[in-house]
Antibody, heavy 120, light 107 residues
Framework: EVQLVDSGGGVVKPGGSLRLSCAAS????????MNWVRQAPGRGLEWVSS????????YYVDSLKGRFTISRDNAKDSLFLQMNSLRAEDTAVYHC?????????????WGQGTMVTVSS | DIQMTQSPSSLSASVGDRVTITCQAS??????LNWYQQKPGKAPKLLIY???NLQTGVPSRFSGSGSGTDFTFTITSLQPEDIATYYC?????????FGPGTKVDIK
């Protein structure tokens, strides 16, 4: 079964750090661009970051201003999001999502999401 | 950044009704437009890619059309299991952006 499993969320104080993980199974992880998408409570979807299959191309939403770093380990079929200098407005459910093999902009498989709460 | 708008923000319709949602981009995105369905507490699901192509396994009552800046998403016969929020998303340029969503429920 094609699957993405998100983990690593939790409660963190403002200014703190957290590392999210996404474990892939059921497909050739190294062949796909991967993404992080977040959703603040009661709000819509926000694309956060994308990383190409070989990590050659990486993109972020401008508002992150270098606080977040996306990475992947193709040998371990895993995607990561290192989040530093966290703010209250980063509170959200974070989903990893696979880009379609024929369409890098369409997210065809999603993880269940992991909740990040930034609060003192 | 490309801004996406959707209308309406919410709607109520009866089972069997035709439902239409519109999505507008702030600039020409050709057909680089996808539609997702999100049910409460669940991850989004890709329904339509490249404005009008039905994702594998998605029922044929869902369809999409449009190009440039104006797009339409249609459910030809609303079913109870279609209760969800629907989002459009452009990928013409980074950062990818989503519309604010349209919440659909049963009248």
């Amino acid at each position: 079964e094609v699957q993405l499993v998100d983990s690593g969320g939790g409660v963190v104080k403002p200014g703190g750090s957290l590392r999210l993980s996404c474990a892939a199974s059921g497909f050739t992880f190294s062949a796909y661009t991967m993404n992080w998408v977040r959703q603040a409570p009661g709000r819509g979807l926000e694309w956060v970051s994308s990383i190409s299959s070989s990590s050659s191309y990486i993109y972020y939403v401008d508002s992150l201003k270098g606080r977040f770093t996306i990475s992947r380990d193709n040998a371990k079929d895993s995607l990561f999001l290192q989040m530093n200098s966290l703010r209250a407005e980063d509170t959200a459910v974070y989903h990893c999502a696979r880009s379609g093999h024929w369409n890098y902009g369409a997210f065809d498989i999603w993880g269940q999401g992991t909740m990040v709460t930034v609060s003192s | 950044d490309i801004q996406m708008t959707q209308s309406p923000s919410s709607l109520s319709a009866s089972v069997g009704d035709r439902v239409t949602i519109t999505c507008q981009a702030s600039q020409d995105i050709t057909n680089y437009l996808n539609w997702y369905q999100q049910k409460p507490g669940k991850a989004p699901k890709l329904l339509i890619y490249d404005a009008s192509n039905l994702q594998t396994g998605v029922p044929s009552r869902f369809s999409g059309s449009g190009s440039g800046t104006d797009f339409t998403f249609t459910i030809t016969s609303l079913q109870p299991e279609d209760i969800a929020t629907y989002y459009c998303q452009q990928y013409d340029n980074y950062p990818f952006t989503f519309g604010p969503g349209t919440k659909v429920d049963i009248k």
